[in-house]
């Protein structure tokens, strides 16, 4: 018999709320389809894929337990009764002997439905446990979340916009936005690209030629990764000379206006941050600067789309500053068509029950610095001294900044456990690694990154082995540990979210659960709009009432300038090149990065001017270093990629020699966990890294 049932992905992959069918014959799932009562909402091909990492045969399927050194990948079975018991005994002594809060919670990306949230019932099950050392902000959007509340008080929260605005824009920004790849949103990549179809002008300002801008025919302006503030500057600075901002609408929703004139036009300080100015610092010419600037105030309405690559670089708070200072600055603020603040504060989504969080007021470290909290502890200023770690939906050791120094971290706790569907490289660094269930395997609502709408899923099967659901995972370890009642409030999964939909405001429960999906009425919203058509009327929870691009709150706290700002990286000449570590189109960062999918890993692209200079061609090796370590990796050579830029996609599965050279491509081999300015929020993109030929590795030979 062969039925379709509603389900949904819950990967936290921009998407992530497709609506999509899995067509389950006898009990197994042979195929993904898009689930029409989702009407334009698209999956992409990571959807349509979902069953494939269910079936994989690398899936975990039982409890293991570390048999040989950490990071050997040597592991024994276990029934659940001996890993969970072992759990419980490991962390009940570390937290009897040292507190609550020696246990590092390291939740991230894992799951992302309601219920099945790994990184939130990690939380709460530590939470019932006592507390623990929480993680603060995320590697998504660290720089701009960190600002977003100095622009807009806790308005910030309402910044945002609906992708069905698209239709009203004349021109559509992707300022390092690659929407059809990296998406921010189901929907945002379909209604950009009907738009650029119906003849809507599409500009993409990234170091590559996207597959996006390939795909919309766009204007592609290529810069110099991290050095995007440089050139809103200089735009702004070719705006104000031109007297082509409407002062006065700007002044009613905004203060700082006229401080940051004074920077860039040179009266502050005598540096003009001229096009001219602007040209060396981000590889873009002047006149393609004065000519982008001249179509963005010109255009109207314009939507700004900032991408969070240009926040994942040094300083990237002050770039997201600088893009709401240019949404204001050309009045393109608050209305339909144009854009307001960031996409990462999304609009609210359909009311709905979600689980309640338990606090206990623990200190947190930032997301980037858990190794450094592991390896310093109190004497390093960290709030407390880790010496056991709780991983759930994390691969952290390949996703998170300087993988050598997360191995030295792994290495040096006491004891750690992860929840996990594969062995990843951070499960072989685990003692014990239990086996979760698929997307398809758990009942769950989801509600969108971007959109207004919720999904439900039944279980479309029931779980592969041994696995079970991080909820029904740590009911029993809570229960084991004597705080049962606490963690489950004395429901099971199915229990909750019974409950969430009961809460909702989904008036017809049947339909919603036949179908998969439910709207909100209106998904044209544009954030902040009330106030941009009546400043005076519905001012802003800010101190002047108005969007801060100037803040003597941020300068205070922070100790940089009350206006957005552009300080010259250091001089770094033994390391001429920028890396980037963009997402694929393959992957939900490093899930299917082994074994699976990663068919792009270890694969490095440079441009046809720098294979020359290099001496290389396609399928070379070439060495890509600093201080932090050393890939190598196969050369691609490409014209869609700026001379003097490299790219890895994030999510390659690390794989270090006894070399300690990493030859899978994992990007964060040379990524820091130093942040990227008062955020302390990763610095993923603009890498300084040297380039060369690789030596012939003597094992090539055997
Ligand atoms: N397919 C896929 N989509 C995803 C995800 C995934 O894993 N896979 N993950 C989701 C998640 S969690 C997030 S946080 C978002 C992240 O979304 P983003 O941060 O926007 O995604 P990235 O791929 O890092 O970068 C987008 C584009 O910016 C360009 N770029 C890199 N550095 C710079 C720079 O300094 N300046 C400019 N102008 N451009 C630059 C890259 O070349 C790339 O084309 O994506 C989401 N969407
Ligand atoms: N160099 C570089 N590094 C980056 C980025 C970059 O742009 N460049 N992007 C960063 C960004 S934006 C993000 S959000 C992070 C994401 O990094 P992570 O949060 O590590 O995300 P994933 O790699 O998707 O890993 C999630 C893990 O959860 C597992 N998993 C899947 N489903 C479940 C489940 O139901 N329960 C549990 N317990 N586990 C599950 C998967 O198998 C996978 O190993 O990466 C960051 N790292
Ligand atoms: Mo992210």
Known sequence: ????????????????????????????????????????????????????????????????????????????????????????????????????????????????????????????????????????????????????????????????????????????????????????????GTEIAAAARAGTPVVVIDPRRSRTAKALGA?????????????????????????????????????????????????????????????????????????FARRYASARPAMLVPGYSIQRVRDGEETFRLTVALQVATGNFGIPGGSTGSLNNRLPTPRAGSLPAIDRGSPTVPIVRWPDAILEGRAGGYPSDVAAAYVAGFNAVNQGADCRKSIRAMESLEFSVCHEMFMTPTARYCDVVLPVASPLEKEDLCSPWLGNYLLYKPAAVTPRGLCRSDYDIFADLAARLGFGAAFSGGLDASGWIDRFIAESEVADEAAFRESGVYFGADRARVGLARFAADPEGHPLPTPSGKVELRSEAYARDTGRQAIPAWVDAPAAPDLPYLLVSPKTILRTHSQGGGARGGADAGELTVSTADAERLGVSNGDTLSISNDGGSIEARVVVSDDIAAGVVCLHEGAWLEPGPDGVDRGGCANTLTSTVGSGPATAPVMHGLPVRVKKAPLALDSFD
């Open 1 to 188: 018999m062969i039925q379709r049932v509603p389900t949904f992905c819950g990967k936290d992959c921009g998407g992530g709320a497709c609506p999509l069918l899995a067509i389950v014959e006898d009990g197994v799932v042979t195929g993904i389809e898009r689930n029409p009562a989702g009407r334009d909402l698209k999956p992409c091909p990571r959807g349509y894929e979902l069953h494939l990492a269910h079936g994989a045969p690398e899936r975990l399927l039982s409890p293991m337990i570390a048999d040989g050194p950490r990071g050997s990948g040597r592991f024994r079975e276990a029934d659940w009764d001996e890993a969970l018991d072992l759990t419980a005994r490991r962390l009940g002594d570390v937290r009897a002997r040292l507190g609550a809060d020696a246990v590092l919670a390291l939740g991230s990306a894992g799951s992302t439905g309601a219920l099945h949230n790994s990184e939130n019932l990690l939380a709460r099950f530590l939470g019932a446990a006592g507390g623990a050392t929480g993680l603060s902000s995320n590697y998504s959007n660290g720089a701009a979340r960190f600002v977003l509340p100095y622009l807009f008080g806790s308005a910030a929260a309402e910044s945002g916009w609906d992708a069905k605005t698209v239709r009203d824009s004349r021109l559509v920004v992707l300022w390092g936005a690659n929407v059809l790849e990296a998406r921010l949103g189901t929907e945002l």
């Open 219 to 291: 204007r592609w302006i290529p810069i110099r990764p991290g050095t995007d503030a440089a050139m809103m500057l200089a735009v702004l600075y070719a705006l104000f000379r031109d007297g082509r901002i409407d002062r006065r609408r700007a002044d009613s929703l905004s203060v700082g206006l006229d401080d940051i004139e004074r920077y860039v036009s040179g009266a502050a300080d005598g540096v003009e941050r001229s096009p001219e100015w602007a040209e060396p610092r981000c590889g873009v010419s002047a006149s393609d600067i004065e000519d």
